[in-house]
């Protein structure tokens, strides 16, 4: 093999080479584009969760609120039949 056809051959490897290179870079470049779009869903998806755990931690609360209110009418109700029992007693 002679100077000139191993030079082609080196020629071409390069072409090859630098033809695959763009194929990569056009390649990575789409990956890129769709981890980022991964990354924003994902975010996205993060806020709505911290949303919905903020708001399902108010309602708890507010629930437990509730409870207790209604255990104190319910004890204060308790108190006043109690009276009206010793007040009946009496008589």
Do not use: P
């Not at 470049?29 to 990354?39: F, G, I, T, V």
């Not at 975010?43 to 437990?64: D, F, H, M």
């Amino acid at each position: 093999m002679n100077w000139s056809e191993q030079i082609d051959r080196i020629e071409d490897k390069m072409l090859r080479l630098a033809q695959q290179f763009r194929h990569l870079k056009v390649e990575n470049e789409a990956l890129r584009q769709q981890l980022q779009q991964k990354e924003n869903t994902i975010s996205v998806l993060t806020q709505k969760l911290e949303n919905s755990q903020r708001i399902l931690a108010k309602e708890q609360g507010k629930e437990e609120q509730d409870t207790k209110m209604l255990m104190q009418q319910i004890d204060q109700y308790i108190e006043e039949l109690d009276k009206c029992i010793e007040w009946l007693h009496k008589i």
